[in-house]
């Protein structure tokens, strides 16, 4: 099981979505607008309420990972999603995965989020590894994961399939070590 997550950094506020955030999901939601909701978040309003009051912090709960919400610190706004997936409590590891509303890319906000969600999986989190996969031709996701601090690794050729298409997927990740390397372990 994670523990809570609240994190704050220089821009951002970062925690666990709940039910005050149905309103601005809703309107996201009725604008088409995904951008900055998980994959997981429902596609309809009246799935909201369920989702926001349980499902995300059974989600945490059940140790599968978390669903944050990245609030801009000075407005309160809902800029963008981040979250720990996949993860394996005997190995240590999660993956990681961000979206930013695309009104608001290019501040670096998913920098900024990845980089305290990374430090924060491996230290209050008790995770040893956070990995992150990103298309090969995703750069403005790959230089923010480099940017945070993620290690590249190497390629998954061929490894996701959509739009009747197979991809290639750059595999980055953060380990303790880096944490301590950079002197940010707790």
């Known amino acids: ?12 506020e970062l925690r666990e979505f709940g039910p005050q955030d149905e309103t601005p999901i809703a ?20 799935e909201l309420p369920g989702w926001l009051a349980e499902t995300v912090h059974r989600h945490r709960l059940d140790g599968g990972g978390v669903h944050l919400v990245m609030l801009e610190s000075s407005t309160g706004e809902i800029v963008g999603s981040i979250g720990l997936r996949d993860t394996d409590w005997e190995a240590g590891s999660c993956e990681i995965g961000y979206m930013v509303r695309a009104d608001r890319r290019g501040r670096g906000y998913a920098t900024e989020a990845a980089r305290a969600v990374g430090c924060w999986a491996l230290t209050e989190g008790g995770m040893r590894r956070v990995q992150l996969h990103a298309r090969t031709g995703n750069v403005a996701s790959l230089r923010a994961a480099e940017k945070a601090g993620f290690q590249h690794e190497g390629t998954l050729r061929m490894a996701e399939w959509e739009d009747e298409a197979a991809h290639d997927l750059a595999v980055l990740s953060m380990i303790v070590t880096d944490l301590e390397a950079a002197g940010t372990a707790r």
Do not use: E, H, N
């Open 27 to 46: 309107a996201f939601l009725a604008a088409g607008d995904r951008t900055a909701l998980p994959p997981v978040c429902p596609a309809t309003a009246a």
């Open 1 to 12: 099981m994670f523990p809570p997550a609240k994190i704050v950094t220089g821009s951002l």
